[in-house]
């Protein structure tokens, strides 16, 4: 209340407005803080950026030179043998990255459709008990996967399914995080959007299809985008559940090579890391406003 | 006539709303196969487990409480709790007051680009594999020939052994947990800072409020639902941190930085002692829902909601 009443009294916003003279007079101590926070976040920000810069510097380096110190933050020259080593025959690095886009593949387009669908009846559809069953799933993102893994791991035994990649699918084939994230999204859609696709005539399953989903494209987007980092990166369920090296995924099979490539050269392990965050690194640089809205959206209104 | 076509549209409202009510249920029905067999009934079965003795290739032996009783008195268990404690207090402190510390710094008036170079900076971490991360900080950690104690040897400082000594080990691995995650907090922050109405500063400078102060009563109380989302969050993770020190120590020295969840992993699929290992994690569990429900008790007294 009494907030309104004083920016509503007009000589305010008049004062607050600097006039173009006066922010030319603005003393250098007057701006002291605004100074003193770029050299903060730019030293914080280049020492952010160092271990990155190490790792590829490293990657380039000859082999013999890899632990050179000081170390030469910036390469003269180009060695890129290191990157061949990566790719010889002994090396199933090839491998474990079609491992990896193959299991991030079924479990992003797994969790796309079972998401948006259980987001939109969450959201969208009146039927008894709904809440319950929100809550419900909703509760299950405080359970820990370290919970869950021991009977799942005898689940898969059972079914037969240990070092098939189905085992580090079927478990991530939904998400509590993605329902939720989407049906965030559903109830923002105007009632009347969905009344007037009723009236037309169409089912909840039409409704859905020709209505939802395709205002849904930007939350689509940042699901996609979480769920393939998230399994892109994943380490427990595949070092619990693959074990030859056929079957393995890239941060599995990198970090149980790391020994072997280590004998040959520190930088042939920077080489193969660099090659497995590249991936990462596009994709981020092309769709970063998706992905910080889908963090931000169900981080705010969580 | 009326009274039929009133009966005939009810009828038919029925019918619509039974149709949507079993739409829905089919809606929600892949993902509650995926629920009941992948999170409520592996609970129960977990329960189940932590009551017996086995080893998965003979049939499980009932032991009643005996696996729980063993928790109590395992000097290994005391430790890793402690170590997981430590790591919790410490990176989850860490986390959020540096991402609250960057958020707010970023949030002031400075060139669109500035902000989207920063922004990039602080979150790309976030987005690598924890294990490449911890690949990295291996070989920068390392006594003789890591970059850091380079660097340090340069300021006359003894090399330091990051990862070997007991007292270092732990505050080696939170560091690097720090500079990985750190960017999600401020995220999270420089939303919930853009999100507050610029009303509130103007109204509050009015009152001369200097820049201290209006962080102290107007930033801190608005942003407080984000700062409780990001404690939960990081609460949450961190009681659960495993690949990192996987790959930076294996646990070590000795038992300076295992944590619970390795504890749990080892027990269970190097020792294959399924039974105590599944008590171990029920007993986690039990933790996370604790603390989560205190910080929900506690929350209500400093968590402002607008």
């Not at chain 1, 999204?185 to 009344?195: H, N, S, V």
């Not at chain 1, 299809?209 to 393939?228: D, M, N």
């Not at chain 1, 892109?232 to 490539?261: C, D, H, S």
């Not at chain 2, 992993?265 to 105590?276: R, V």
Request: glycine share 6%; hydrophobic share 50%; with cysteine.
């Amino acid at each position: 209340m009494n907030r309104t009443d004083l920016i509503d009294s007009p000589p305010t916003s008049s004062v607050r407005k600097p006039a173009a003279h006066v922010a030319a007079q603005t003393t250098l101590w007057e701006r002291l803080p605004d100074i003193l926070a770029l050299i903060v976040l730019s030293i914080g920000a280049i020492l952010m950026m160092l271990p990155f810069l190490w790792m590829f510097s490293t990657s380039l380096r000859p082999i013999q030179e890899s632990f050179k110190l000081p170390p030469a933050w910036f390469p003269t020259e180009f060695h890129f043998e290191t990157y061949s080593a990566v790719f010889s025959s002994s090396v199933p690095l090839v491998a474990f990255a079609l491992n990896s886009v193959k299991v991030t593949f079924f479990v992003t387009l797994g969790q796309l459709i079972t998401c948006s669908m259980a987001g939109y009846a969450f959201a969208r559809l009146r039927f008894p008990f709904r809440n319950t069953l929100f809550l419900l799933l909703l509760a299950s993102l405080m359970v820990p996967g370290q919970v869950t893994i021991i009977p799942v791991f005898i689940i898969m035994k059972q079914l037969g399914l240990i070092d098939n990649h189905l085992s580090i699918i079927l478990p991530f084939l939904t998400s509590a995080f993605g329902v939720f994230l989407l049906r965030q999204f559903f109830l923002t859609l105007p009632q009347d959007l969905i009344d007037a696709a009723k009236i037309d005539g169409a089912g909840p399953w039409t409704t859905f299809i020709r209505v939802a989903i395709p205002l849904a494209g930007p939350s689509l987007a940042a699901l996609t985008i979480i769920t393939f980092n998230g399994t892109w990166n994943n380490y427990f369920y595949p070092l619990i559940f693959l074990n030859t090296w056929e079957k393995m995924t890239l941060p599995l099979g990198i970090t149980a090579l790391r020994g072997y490539l280590a004998s040959n050269s520190a930088s042939v392990v920077m080489a193969a890391v660099s090659l497995a965050i590249l991936p990462v690194l596009l994709i981020f640089l092309i769709a970063q406003n998706w992905f910080i809205a889908g963090i931000t959206r169900t981080g705010i209104k969580g | 006539m009326a009274q039929i076509q009133k009966t005939a549209s009810a009828g038919w409202l029925r019918k619509e709303s039974q149709r949507e009510a079993l739409a829905g249920y089919l809606f929600i029905l892949p993902t509650f196969i995926g629920y009941t067999a992948l999170v409520i009934g592996p609970i129960l079965a977990a329960i189940g487990y932590s009551l017996t003795s086995y080893d998965i290739l003979s049939p499980p032996e009932f032991v009643g409480l005996q696996n729980y009783r063993d928790l109590l008195t395992d000097p290994r268990l005391h430790k890793v709790y402690l170590n997981t404690i430590y790591f919790t207090v410490v990176a989850v402190s860490l986390n959020v007051g540096i991402g609250l510390l960057l958020a707010v710094l970023i949030n002031r008036n400075m060139p669109a680009f500035l902000k989207y170079i920063f922004r990039t900076a602080y979150f790309f971490p976030v987005l690598v594999a924890l294990t490449y991360c911890s690949i990295i900080w291996q070989y920068l950690y390392q006594k003789d020939t890591g970059i850091i104690n380079y660097y340090l040897g340069l300021l006359h400082v003894e090399p330091i052994a990051w990862l070997s000594s007991p007292a270092w080990v732990m505050p080696s691995i939170i560091a690097m947990d720090v500079w990985k995650n750190t960017g999600f907090a401020m995220l999270v922050f420089l939303a919930g800072l853009q999100g507050i109405s610029q009303d509130y500063y103007e109204a509050a400078s009015l009152d001369v409020a200097n820049r201290g102060q209006l962080f102290r009563y107007i930033t801190l109380p608005l942003i407080t639902p984000t700062l409780f989302f990001n404690m939960i969050i990081y609460m949450i993770g961190a009681l659960q941190v495993f690949d990192s020190i996987v790959v930076l120590t294996q646990g070590g020295p000795g038992d300076a930085s295992r944590s619970l969840v390795m504890y749990i992993y080892e027990n269970a699929f190097q020792l294959f002692h399924m039974g105590y290992a599944s008590a171990t994690a029920i007993t986690l569990f039990i933790v996370i829902m604790l603390l989560t429900l205190v910080q929900f008790r506690v929350g209500q007294s400093w968590v402002h909601y607008e």
